[in-house]
């Protein structure tokens, strides 16, 4: 999480709108598991995106996609991408060897506007980091044919239980 810390204050001070989803949300929320990348779930509107794409490109994250990162920040573009190139995460990553990755879901089965009002609050040092719920979690990694998150789930399901 630590090497994240910069885009995460970047986010703050410029107000982006973003919850932690992914394998880092799970940490957060108590659950133990190994990964790298920083899963993102962003308010979709043009102005948000443009936001963390700038600051993404500013601390010198690239895309793999042969395309304009800025695209995802226009509404008809992204649509386009979800609809006819399937798109569910837009990644950027730090460098060919680095382990730094970013994904910014833009198709998800739990919005920022619904996952925003569950959303837990986490307090690392001045950092203020909203963090998806147990629950939005669930929701999020249900489907995903992958063994990882039917053991997440299991774990965030014990998690629901004891609350």
Known sequence: MIIYEGILREFQKQKVKYIIVGGVAFN?????????????????????????????????YHVKQPVDPMGIADKKTREDWIKNKHMKAFNFYK?????????IIIDAPVTYTGAIKNAKKVKIGTLNISVIS????????????????SGDISVLKSMCRKR
């Open 95 to 103: 460098g060919e060897r680095s382990y730094e990755e970013i994904d």
């Open 134 to 149: 147990p629950r939005d979690l669930i929701n999020m990694k249900r489907g995903t044919g992958r063994d990882v998150d």
């Open 28 to 60: 957060l929320l108590g659950g133990y598991r190994n990964t790298l990348d920083l899963d993102i779930l962003v308010q979709m509107t043009d102005g948000n995106l443009r936001k963390v794409i700038t600051i993404l490109k500013k601390a010198g």
